[in-house]
């Protein structure tokens, strides 16, 4: 729209985009409002809640506070890329299996950011769920159907579900 | 024309309808709608809590590429000026003379895009005159006080109480029976406390939002409310339209908990449409939405006296709601508080007056329970007191006290439809099932509320000539479930496959009229519509049957889920291609609800027990574990019943522990983001936690249910504050019970020499 626009490159749910953004677009609303993934969330406006984590590389990141111009030469991971043809991954069967949603407007970033968790740590403990999960909030659950995902999640991981 | 038999769908926890669409991403919500030619809005707020508006500077803004219109008030003509709320019209869509609270709407600018009118908001120039603020209660009802309204407002369509002229009271409520003097002649024993209750935020993960299109002869609101239908009504009001011409669609809502309730955006967003000739969108994010609507902060002075047995003689409670700058629905929330004092005990003698009080803050409304929290915080408080000034076991004296099952609670209301001692008493068994050894204080607290009032709701069920369902309903699916019950309910009634059933999102223009969505009523009252449709369903099928079989109505009949004619067993949908005579058509089944019996439709039983560690250098409440008990007379899906239980139970958390919407001397709100305003998260959670479900099948509701998920939180912050008191022997009166709070507390008994 303006002169100042810049090209992201940039890979999107495995998807190779080439864009032309504004410096100081989020990566939230580029997702959002440029490539029409809205299963990413806007609520705090200011890392605390958690509902836009996506993952950029693999690792959890709220893109309401992130340039999208930080997704350059990396990979986006967001809820619409989790599931493969229809197929879901066994973090959403275990959102399914224990309805740890209800609302659900924090629920793909929850996935997302148990995702991230249980590939790098498959074995996570409790503890080290809880910790991990500090930064998504949920304000219907109570969080208790949330973690017994997480725990149902783990199990059929380790039983060689396709993650 | 039905036999009963045994159920299939009912009582099992079945998946969620809406599962796979919130798991993946693909359920839209309303800031998800793409709507072509919208325009964007944004919003210009007062700095002050209480300010004379002089004048409105827009040219700048105005003068913005991409901006449609830069608009104050005085801009939006008749619309501008016509004031809007359901129990008092108190409210206008932006602030025309003066600002009321800290953020109230001034000015908004519509924009092309979003960022561009963000940006033009920030160059609109508005010169004030402060006013004193109104920020605390008492202040606020004392003679010669600054009025938040100097004009006393007109009622609203449902408004029932007026306002006290002169001074800031918004609504008042007082209620008696017997001579409280004389009941406290009787007492030996007569405390009196007083307790206070923070302001609190919903803090829905989607915040407000309204996407209006306004033409001359229609007026069209996408919006994530919870009350479609109360909606239209205060839109064709403002509007001057005929009902018929207001559309209101919800898409998928990201939580509500009554914050969503009645009027918020949606009148703006429906003027500015208006105004400038496009759709207009008014998103406004959580800060926004931290200026749009929150709990009553309430100050509760009670009296109880008891006799030397703990009998209760005389309960008196003057209570100040801190109902911010606009009624809202604070006058029922006035109402409720009145009938949430009064307990679950049997007190002769009482005498309550609720107050709400304007002051200049954020506006006050419903959430969970309204009225709820704040009551049986205080009445469960004091029973403690009572029981140690007794020197009896606090269980004791509630079993000695609580109203038994058709026992009248209130004259005039339905009388006590649980059996609350036993409740009680398996409330304990499941405690010392949960106990942790290193608990140092356990304490319960017996919450009841009267919900939903007004049990008027319709329905329409569709079924096809494929054995596919359509259920049509306007009680907004808010995530507690409800489109999942709906169609557990219709496959039961008419022996389809639940996935077959399609319960359809509000939108007024197809589904029917339901008069909102809270107050625990979704089972029990739209439940009850859906089914009727059902079996208005079946009852046509019935007489299609014999119509086509040429036989008297009394040789067909309904049995193990099919329609039987004679002893040829015919399958619903068949019924209807062999009426129409070919795969066509279908049959439209109606429900109609508009009492179910005396008021309330049933009586919400939340009760709970916790166990904390307390420490002792910092002040922290460690809660070891906390179990909730709910009547909820039939668990048609035991799974969500739990949920609604649980979740409710970690919101209590909040309020408990460290929720506070915390006003400066000036009005100014110092926690206005989710970075200042702590709402409980996952490492928050008690290491046990569990939700016990009563099931006596003696609801008014489908199959004997009663409603649920607002009581879980009531019992929360009286339970935790009595196992303090028996852990350290410190009463804490006021919430939230944080480390200061209780550490300074500490110090104090401490400080104090021992009582003899």
């Not at chain 1, 693999?58 to 197929?87: F, K, M």
């Not at chain 2, 939006?76 to 019209?89: H, M, Q, S, V």
């Not at chain 2, 033409?215 to 009902?243: I, S």
């Not at chain 2, 239980?645 to 001397?665: K, N, P, Q, R």
């Amino acid at each position: 729209m303006t002169a100042r626009q810049i090209t992201l490159d940039t890979t999107v749910n495995g998807r190779a985009l080439s864009l032309s953004v504004e410096p100081e677009a989020l990566l939230l609303d580029v997702l959002r409002e440029r490539l029409g993934l809205t299963g990413s969330k806007r609520s705090c406006d200011v890392q605390v809640c958690g509902a836009c984590t996506v993952l950029l590389d693999g690792l959890p990141v709220s893109a309401c506070s992130v340039l999208a111009y930080e997704a350059r030469g990396r990979r986006v991971l967001t809820i619409e890329g989790l599931a493969r043809d229809e197929r879901l991954h066994p973090v959403q069967e275990a959102f399914l299996a224990t309805a740890g949603f209800q609302c659900g407007f924090c629920t793909p970033g929850m996935i997302m950011a148990v995702k991230a968790l249980l590939d790098d740590s498959p074995s996570a403990t409790p503890e080290d769920v809880r910790e991990h999960l500090r930064g998504n909030i949920c304000r219907c659950t109570g969080y208790a159907s949330i973690l017994a995902a997480v725990a149902v999640a783990q199990r059929a991981l380790a039983d060689g579900a396709a993650g | 024309m039905s036999q009963p038999g045994p159920l299939r769908e009912i009582g099992h926890s079945v998946e969620r309808k809406d599962g796979v669409a919130k798991v993946t991403g693909r359920a839209q919500y309303l800031d998800d709608l793409v709507i072509s030619g919208a325009v964007y809005a944004a919003i210009v707020r007062s700095p002050y809590a209480h300010a004379r508006i002089l004048s409105v500077e827009r040219a700048a803004a105005a003068a913005v590429p991409g901006v449609v219109a830069a608009l104050a008030a005085a801009d939006l003509g008749a619309l501008g000026e016509r004031p809007f709320g359901t129990f008092l019209k108190d409210q206008r869509v932006l602030a025309r003379d003066k600002a009321r609270y800290e953020g109230e709407p001034v000015a908004v600018v519509v924009a092309e895009d979003p960022a561009t009118a963000a940006r033009a908001a920030s160059l609109v120039d508005v010169a004030y005159e402060p006013l004193p603020p109104v920020i605390d209660v008492v202040r606020a009802r004392e003679p010669g006080a600054t009025l938040v309204h100097d004009t006393p407002p007109a009622l609203g369509r449902q408004g029932r109480w007026p306002t006290v002229p002169g001074t800031n009271v918004c609504a008042r409520v007082a209620i008696e029976q017997g001579d409280v003097e004389q009941g406290f002649r009787d007492a030996d024993v007569v405390l009196e406390r007083t307790y206070t209750f923070p302001r609190v935020f919903h803090y829905t993960l989607e915040p407000h939002g309204a996407v209006a299109s306004a033409t001359p002869d229609e007026l069209t609101v996408w919006t994530n409310t919870g009350h479609p239908y109360q909606l239209r009504q205060e839109l064709a009001d403002m509007f001057e339209l005929d009902l018929a011409r207001i559309r209101i669609v919800v898409p998928y809502v990201g939580g509500s908990f009554g914050g969503k309730s009645f009027p918020k955006l949606e009148p703006l967003a429906a003027v500015l449409s208006a105004t400038v000739g496009r759709p207009v969108k008014v998103l406004n994010g959580v800060e926004g939405s931290m200026r749009i609507n929150r709990r009553h902060g309430a100050r509760v002075t009670l009296r109880v006296g008891a006799r030397r047995d703990g009998t209760l003689t005389a309960k008196h409670a003057r209570v100040l709601l801190d109902g911010g700058a606009y009624a809202d629905l604070g006058p029922v929330v006035t109402e409720k508080t009145s009938v949430r004092l009064l307990g679950p005990y049997r007190v002769p003698h009482y005498s309550i007056q609720v107050e709400n009080v304007y002051t200049t803050t954020t506006p006050a409304g419903a959430f969970r329970s309204i009225g709820g929290p704040q009551s049986v915080w205080a009445t469960e408080s004091i029973m403690d007191e009572l029981a140690a000034a007794l020197d009896m076991d606090p269980v004791e004296l509630r079993l000695h006290n609580l109203v038994s099952r058709g026992e009248s609670v209130r004259p005039g209301l339905r009388p006590m439809d649980a059996d609350l001692g036993d409740d009680l008493k398996r409330l304990g068994k499941a405690m010392d099932e949960a106990h942790a050894p290193e608990a140092a204080g356990r304490g319960v607290a017996v919450g009841i509320s009267n919900p939903a009032e007004l049990p008027i709701s319709t329905a329409i069920v569709r079924l096809h000539y494929d054995g596919s369902a359509t259920v049509l309903c306007s009680m907004v699916e808010v995530g507690q479930g409800l489109h999942t019950v709906l169609a557990q309910i219709v496959a039961e009634e008419l022996s389809v496959p639940r996935a077959a059933v399609v319960v359809v999102s509000p939108d007024t223009r197809v589904g029917p009229y339901d008069w909102s969505s809270g107050a625990s009523r979704g089972v029990t009252i739209v439940g009850t519509a859906v089914q009727r449709a059902a079996q208005d369903v079946r009852a046509q099928l019935l007489a299609l049957a014999a119509e086509v079989a040429g036989v008297p109505a009394a040789e067909v009949a309904w049995r193990d889920g099919a329609v039987h004619v004679g002893e040829r067993r015919v399958a619903p949908a068949q019924v209807i291609r062999e009426w129409y005579g070919r795969p066509a058509g279908e049959v439209i089944g109606r429900g109609y609800v508009r009492n179910l019996g005396r008021d309330p439709a049933f009586w919400e039983i939340g009760m709970g027990g916790a166990e904390i560690a307390v420490d002792r250098d910092t002040g922290v409440i460690q809660l070891l574990s906390y179990t909730g008990l709910a009547d909820v007379g039939r668990a048609i899906n035991p799974q969500l019943c739990e949920q609604q239980d649980v979740g409710a139970i970690v919101m209590g958390l909040g309020h408990t522990l460290f929720e506070e919407m915390a006003y400066s001397e000036s009005g100014s709100l110092l926690n206005p983001s989710m970075i200042e305003y702590r709402v409980p998260l996952v490492t928050d959670l008690p290491a046990t936690l569990h939700a016990v479900l009563v099931e006596n099948g003696d609801g008014a509701g489908p199959y004997g249910a009663k409603g649920m998920g607002e009581g879980g939180n009531l019992a929360v912050a009286p339970a935790i504050a009595n196992a303090l008191a028996r852990a350290t022997g410190v009463r804490i009166r006021d919430l939230p019970l944080t480390p200061e709070r209780v550490w300074t507390a500490l110090r104090e008994a401490a400080a104090r020499p021992a009582r003899p």
